[in-house]
C-alpha cells in the first residue's frame, strides 16, 4: 500500500466529503446580480443570493427561454471568499 492509497496516512481533508458549490446569478437584462431567494436585484456582489448548483441552473434555464442571449442569466461559481458563505 502507498501513501496514496492508504486511508491512516492521508489527511481528514482528503476523506471529507466535497463541500457543495454555491452560485451567485448575475442578470445580464439589469446588470445586477440577484438577491436571496430571486427577490430582487443589487449591485453588491456581497448581497447577492446564494444558490445551489441545481437552483441555479433552473434559474439560468428559465432566463434562456426569452430566447435572447443578452438577456439569460449567468451563474457564477462564488468563492468562500466572496462575502457571505
Known sequence: MTALTDPDIL???VHA???PIVFLLFSH???MWWLPDA???TNNRDDAGRYSQEEAV??????AYSGVLSLVTSMVAAPDNWGKS
Do not use: A, L
Not at 58 to 63: A, D, F, M, Q
Open 39 to 41: 427577490c430582487g436585484y
Open 11 to 13: 489527511p481528514d481533508s
Open 17 to 19: 466529503p466535497p463541500k
Open 58 to 63: 433552473e434559474h439560468v434555464v428559465n432566463s
Open 29 to 31: 437584462e439589469y446588470r
